[in-house]
């Protein structure tokens, strides 16, 4: 710009006009050429995301190779014999002692209004040696599962009813005084004891002494006088309790059957409390990459490590004999959990939203207000020049000499110091287009919401008034009472040839 200028370095000549003021001559020859002012684009405003709410699901199926039973936990010898080819051996079920007493106690205590009509909370599902057999009646809902789980299996489940009618008969029977007469063997029962008249009678049948039809026709007289004669002060509520007269009555009265299931256990108790990594889920894995910064943890806006989960245990136990020879056919012993009986949901909600959407938006207003800035600085720098230029090319009069020196010497220092003013405003406007803030481009940071996981069933702790959480309760009981028993009956062998 100087170097396209003339200055004056010295008063040129003084004119005198009228009465001989000084006129200076123009500071500036030709008027330099400005540069013009840099192009700036303002930033677009970036569309910060909306508010995101989602859900983590997870279901825990049960997992068909654990419901099974291990080989090791039953055993087959040989199993059960079909009467006949394609016939049903015929099966009756004998309950514990302990869950019939159980029950009689259960139903005193409802009768005199100190327990509730549900046995069955949180607090107590499952507590009890034998609770699933703690109901009103023989006919309960471990026994119906356990029935049920027989007749899938090919068995005739007889009623035992029935046969408790008939071992009640033949007690009173003997309360009345029935007497032992009739074979040897009868009176050998009677004056040594049951077993010993068994035992000689087989012992006869392996030396031939007698025939197989005459055996069982004696070893029926022995097993009914034995019964007909037993004290009447055994009898009690529960008749089949007694496997030996349970045997008895099935051999001896007109309800026959060919095998006794005896139950000796069946429960469904309180585990312990599982620890869900639910880290270890791909549907977890899966979820956290839909949701950038989502991460594992104990602290505020993480979804946990681990969730807890009530966790209950149900055990059966039992074995099939065989009526006619007392012989254990089958044995088994299974256990399962929970999970195993039903699937286990577990529900996260989440909240998502941008916790630096404000800050971005923030940098791109700044930014593009600074450039804005600059560019109105240095146009109006660059009018405020080109007006001075104007002054400085046109003659000018003054008072006095010195008066005149004093206006060249400031129009030149206004002059320069606009041109400098000017020059840097060009050179921040260049740097500023060039340096955009890094928020324009970063990745969004989120915030995260993480409410309480939800477990279906919900087995933890309730409030015992809670009817619809009682029945959710027992109806996750039911479910692993009919994945357990029937489990495990499943693996009684059904020979049928």
């Not at 279901?59 to 419901?67: F, I, K, S, T």
């Not at 514990?96 to 009509?117: M, N």
């Not at 489940?157 to 408790?164: A, G, H, I, L």
């Not at 800035?373 to 009069?397: M, N």
Request: aromatic share 6%; with cysteine.
């Amino acid at each position: 710009m100087k170097s396209q200028r003339i200055l004056r370095t010295a008063l040129v000549a003084l004119t005198v006009v009228g009465c001989g003021k000084p006129t200076s001559a123009p500071l500036l020859q030709t008027v330099p050429q400005l540069q013009g002012i840099p192009e700036f684009a303002p930033l677009s405003m970036r569309q910060v995301p909306e508010t995101v709410r989602d859900q983590l699901v997870l279901r825990l199926a049960p997992n068909p190779a654990r419901v099974a039973p291990d080989r090791e936990e039953y055993v087959n010898s040989p199993g059960a014999q079909a009467p006949e080819p394609g016939g049903r051996p015929s099966v009756i079920i004998s309950v514990p002692l302990e869950a019939t007493q159980a029950a009689r106690r259960a139903a005193d205590l409802r009768a005199q209004g100190l327990a509730p009509a549900s046995t069955t909370n949180a607090a107590n599902a499952g507590a009890g040696a034998l609770e699933s057999f703690q109901t009103d009646g023989y006919y309960n809902e471990a026994e119906q599962q356990i029935e049920t789980a027989l007749i899938r299996r090919g068995f005739d489940v007889r009623d035992r009813s029935r046969f408790e009618a008939t071992l009640r008969d033949l007690r009173d029977r003997g309360d009345a005084g029935g007497q032992c007469f009739g074979s040897d063997f009868c009176r050998v029962a009677e004056a040594a004891g049951v077993d010993v008249a068994r035992n000689q009678l087989r012992t006869q049948l392996e030396n031939g002494d007698i025939e197989i039809g005459e055996y069982q026709r004696i070893l029926e007289e022995v097993n009914r006088r034995a019964i007909e004669s037993a004290p009447g002060q055994r009898r009690t509520e529960d008749e089949m309790i007694d496997i030996a007269e349970v045997i008895r009555a099935a051999q001896s009265g007109t309800e026959t059957a060919d095998y006794l299931l005896q139950i000796s256990l069946v429960q469904v108790e309180p585990s312990y409390d599982r620890q869900f990594e639910i880290g270890a889920f791909r549907e977890t894995r899966d979820f956290m990459g839909r949701h950038p910064g989502l991460q594992l943890g104990n602290g505020e806006g993480q979804l946990p490590a681990a969730v807890p989960a009530r966790w209950f245990r149900a055990e059966f136990n039992a074995k099939l004999m065989s009526i006619r020879t007392g012989s254990i056919v089958w044995l088994g012993n299974h256990e399962l959990q929970s999970q195993d009986a039903e699937p286990l949901t577990i529900t996260i909600d989440i909240e998502r939203r941008v916790a630096n959407g404000e800050a971005v938006l923030n940098a791109i207003r700044d930014f593009n207000g600074r450039g804005d800035q600059l560019i109105r600085q240095a146009a109006q720098t660059r009018s405020q020049l080109e007006a001075l230029y104007s002054v400085a090319q046109s003659p000018r009069q003054f008072e006095n000499e010195e008066a005149m020196q004093a206006w060249e010497n400031e129009t030149r220092s206004r002059i320069s110091a606009l041109e400098r003013q000017y020059t840097g405003l060009r050179q921040q406007l260049v740097e500023h287009a060039a340096n955009r803030p890094p928020e324009f481009s970063e990745d969004f940071q989120y915030a995260y919401a993480v409410s309480t996981p939800r477990v279906d069933p919900n087995l933890t702790d309730f409030d015992v008034n809670d009817r619809q959480a009682q029945e959710r309760l027992d109806a996750h009981r039911s479910a692993l009472i009919r994945a357990l028993t029937r489990s495990l009956i499943e693996t009684i062998q059904v020979i049928n040839n």
